[in-house]
């Protein structure tokens, strides 16, 4: 059974950083890309990031470019997000998710925010940007 545990998510000030982490296991995590989709309250589904199963290809969200990267262990099996400046509309909570297809090579396809281009995710973890 596919299992994908995300953790670290707290309070952090405006300006802050944060690292968040997805541990994963019932799947051959090496095979596969993994993304970061954040949801707000009373929005829909965002992606954030992905990366492709040996990091030769990471795609970023303009809002978080920069900001925010992604990186992967996958003799952990795990992947992660390190988000700094945080901002206020940053506060969501934040999903880990299995995308269904290999990462286009050429850059976001544009449908990465809808939750059918996955097949797994996680229960998210609450990152709340606050003073």
């Known amino acids: 059974e596919v299992h994908l545990v995300e953790s670290g998510g707290g309070l952090v000030q405006p300006g802050g950083s944060l690292r968040v982490s997805c541990t994963t296991s019932?799947?051959?995590?090496?095979?596969?890309?993994m993304s970061w989709v954040r949801q707000a309250p009373g929005k829909g589904p965002e992606w954030i990031s992905s990366?492709?199963?040996?990091?030769?290809?990471?795609q970023y969200a303009s809002a978080v470019k920069g900001r925010f990267t992604i990186s992967r262990d996958n003799a952990k099996s795990t992947v992660y997000l390190q988000m700094s400046s945080l901002k206020y509309e940053d506060t969501a909570v934040y999903y880990c998710?299995?995308?269904?297809?290999?990462?286009?090579?050429?850059?976001?396809?544009?449908?990465?925010?809808?939750?059918?281009?996955?097949?797994?995710w996680g229960r998210g973890t609450q990152v709340t940007v606050s003073s």
């Open positions: 998710a299995r995308p269904r297809y290999h990462l286009n090579p050429h850059g976001p396809r544009g449908d990465e925010s809808n939750w059918d281009q996955y097949d797994a």
């Open positions: 019932g799947f051959f995590f090496g095979q596969r890309s």
């Open positions: 990366i492709n199963k040996d990091s030769t290809n990471i």
